[in-house]
């Protein structure tokens, strides 16, 4: 009975592709994030959706681009995958106001 | 812009000996700390979270204080065991009031038995 759910958990493609990764969360929060670990463990903000509301936009390339169908699901669509790209990327939830954050599983991209 | 400080980078102790992980930020509006534990190839889940109103909070071997005035917050960890090794992170809630967090560069403590 996952929390929060991210799909795929490994993706491996070539430069200049395009990828998705979808999220879901079942715990009823209102707000969704997408955060970016890098090989360092940095974990960088990216992207924060209120109840399918971008609040938050991080100095992001526009090649990401979020998309919040409703407020249970948040999705990350990348263009023209770059090398720089490969990390881990991390779907959380949480409260509306400050509160916990709930990781899912990450999904580890490898731009080759 | 909002930064969060955290040492050390590295962090190796006995097995039974305490760990402290120390931060720095630089909101002064920020209200809430929480701090995440990672272990290898794991999601980050919250461990303890001390909100602005209060100096110090424990829960059975962990333990964290705040002192708003200097901006920085700790992480203490009593009777380390072998499964606490881990990345540790410590963050920063923005003034922003969206529930974004900032996050320090993270701590990995290892734990020797």
């Known amino acids: 009975d996952t929390a929060v759910s991210q799909t795929p958990k490994y993706l491996v493609t070539q430069m200049g592709n395009d990828k998705s990764i979808k999220c879901e969360q079942n715990l009823g929060h209102d707000t969704m994030y997408w955060y970016k670990q890098d090989s360092k463990k940095f974990l960088k903000i990216m992207f924060s959706?209120?109840?399918?509301?971008?609040?938050i936009n991080e100095t992001v390339p526009n090649r990401f681009s979020p998309k919040s169908p409703d407020k249970a699901h948040l999705n990350l669509h990348i263009n023209s995958l770059e090398l720089g790209d490969s990390a881990v990327y991390f779907c959380a939830s949480g409260p509306r106001q400050v509160g916990e954050l709930f990781f899912g599983e990450g999904s580890r991209l490898t731009v080759l | 812009g909002e930064n969060v400080e955290q040492h050390p980078s590295t962090l190796s102790v006995q097995e039974g000996d305490s760990a402290v992980i120390k931060c720095t930020y630089s909101d002064s509006a920020s209200n809430y700390f929480p701090w995440y534990k990672q272990e290898l190839g794991k999601r980050p889940q919250l461990i303890i979270d001390?909100?602005?109103?209060?100096g110090e909070k424990k829960d059975q071997r962990i333990a964290v204080t705040l002192n708003k005035t200097a901006k920085h917050f700790s992480l203490h960890i009593t009777e380390t065991q072998p499964e606490d090794s881990a990345v540790y992170f410590c963050?920063?809630?923005?003034?922003?009031?969206?529930?974004?967090?900032?996050f320090g560069q993270g701590t990995t403590l290892q734990v020797k038995p």
């Open positions: 001390i909100r602005s109103n209060v």
């Open positions: 963050a920063a809630a923005g003034s922003s009031n969206t529930g974004k967090l900032i």
């Open positions: 959706y209120n109840n399918k509301e971008l609040i």
